[in-house]
């Protein structure tokens, strides 16, 4: 029988703008670290490598770059932290990671341009490493507005926004916890760190390897993202 390897494990935050992804990995560190649990927080866009400092060039529209281009550039960011994140995990690391690849094809997709479909979008990310749980914090855009207006960014804009949401919800599988991102932020948290404890437990106990995008990415698509995992 192959020896089973105690590892790291990879959580992925995805979710609306301003529902709470950067707060919530934070205080999620931060509890798993106090709990004794070797963890780190990560975020892509990565905007700390070279081609990290291109998309924020982009997002901050102080470039414009084509939008094929920029897709495969924030694509580009997560393979250039691949060897990196795999090799953290393996050493037993627990990673927190504030977006991945669903807002790459969610936020491309919801362009609706020619040629750039959802399939189209997947490609690029197919093959990376698969995170063991996506936490999807929801929230429609008139909750996201009541936290208060967009900032500068390129696409905080209420009309794109619920076309990402649309994006989001075509794309859950049987790795995402939705969470309702309404509530308050303790609440939050708190059902958060009993979903990490059960995550970071079973890769602890070394029986499940790594997987890859997008194997079986679709085996929850279907119902509303409001009736699962509440
Ligand atoms: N993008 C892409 O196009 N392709 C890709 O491949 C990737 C990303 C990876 C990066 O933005 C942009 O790049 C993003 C997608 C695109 N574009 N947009 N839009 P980012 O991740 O750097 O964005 P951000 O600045 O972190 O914003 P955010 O992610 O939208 O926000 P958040 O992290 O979800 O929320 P937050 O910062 O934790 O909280 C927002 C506010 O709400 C803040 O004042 C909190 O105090 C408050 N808050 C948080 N939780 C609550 C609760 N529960 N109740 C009340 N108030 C709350
Ligand atoms: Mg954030």
Redesign the pocket.
């Known amino acids: 029988m192959a020896q089973q390897q105690a590892r790291g494990a990879f959580i992925v935050f995805e979710?609306?703008?301003?529902?709470?992804?950067?707060?919530?990995?934070q205080m999620l560190v931060e509890h798993l670290q106090a709990q004794g649990v070797a963890a780190e927080l990560w975020?892509?866009?990565d905007r700390t490598t070279p081609i990290g400092k291109m998309?924020n060039s982009y997002?901050t529209s102080q470039s414009d770059i084509d939008d094929a281009a920029v897709?495969l550039l924030?694509?580009a960011?997560?393979w250039e932290k691949r060897e990196e994140l795999l090799r953290k995990l393996h050493e037993g690391t627990t990673l927190v990671v504030?977006?991945?690849?669903y807002?790459?094809v969610a936020?491309?997709a919801a362009k609706g341009l020619p040629g750039l479909d959802r399939a189209w979008c997947m490609a690029p990310d197919a093959g990376l490493p698969a995170p063991d749980a996506v936490f999807f914090?929801c929230l429609t855009v008139e909750q996201a507005a009541a936290?208060?207006g967009y900032?500068e960014?390129?696409?905080?804009k209420d009309e794109f926004?619920r076309k990402?949401l649309d994006q989001f919800h075509a794309m859950r599988g049987s790795s995402w916890r939705v969470v309702d991102?309404?509530?308050?932020?303790d609440a939050?948290q708190q059902q958060l760190r009993e979903q990490a404890a059960a995550v970071v437990a079973r890769c602890q106990r070394g029986t499940s390897p790594v997987g890859k995008l997008w194997e079986g990415a679709q085996a929850g698509a279907g119902a509303p993202l409001s009736e699962i995992n509440q």
Do not use: M, W
Not at 15 to 25: P, V
Not at 181 to 185: M, V
């Open positions: 979710g609306a703008d301003r529902a709470g992804k950067s707060t919530q990995c975020r892509f866009p998309i997002l897709h924030f694509s960011n997560r504030d977006r991945y690849a807002s790459g936020f491309t914090l936290r208060g900032g960014e390129r696409y905080e926004q990402v991102a309404s509530q308050s932020i939050i």
